[in-house]
């Protein structure tokens, strides 16, 4: 399975000390991306506003796309969504197939 998911997104695993070192920040970049924004609501700090969504909380008036916490999810989200292609873009360039 995860050869077939690899074969698909064009990337084939090559040997490789300095290759794996320099793709290493960009995969737990991405993976990290995960949880801080797609997962944003799941977190402490926003977990006890699950409950109502698009009320503002002053709890997040400094937050990015506050003070509700749909808007601060989406914007969360999105930016997420963008960091995540260029890392994932890094990694396909990284491990492009030998020629």
């Not at 995969?27 to 609501?41: E, M, N, Q, S």
């Not at 002053?58 to 989406?74: I, K, M, V, Y």
Request: with cysteine.
């Amino acid at each position: 399975m995860t050869n077939t998911l690899l074969t698909r997104l064009r990337i084939e695993p090559r040997p490789g000390t300095a290759r794996a070192l320099v793709a290493l920040p960009f995969a737990l970049l991405a993976a990290y991306l995960v949880a801080r924004g797609w997962l944003y609501p799941l977190w402490p700090d926003t977990i006890g506003l699950m409950g109502h969504l698009f009320v503002s909380d002053p709890s997040l008036d400094g937050a990015w796309g506050g003070p509700t916490l749909a808007g601060a999810w989406a914007v969360h989200a999105t930016i997420a969504v963008g960091l995540q292609a260029i890392c994932l873009v890094i990694l396909q360039t990284i491990y492009r197939p030998a020629k």
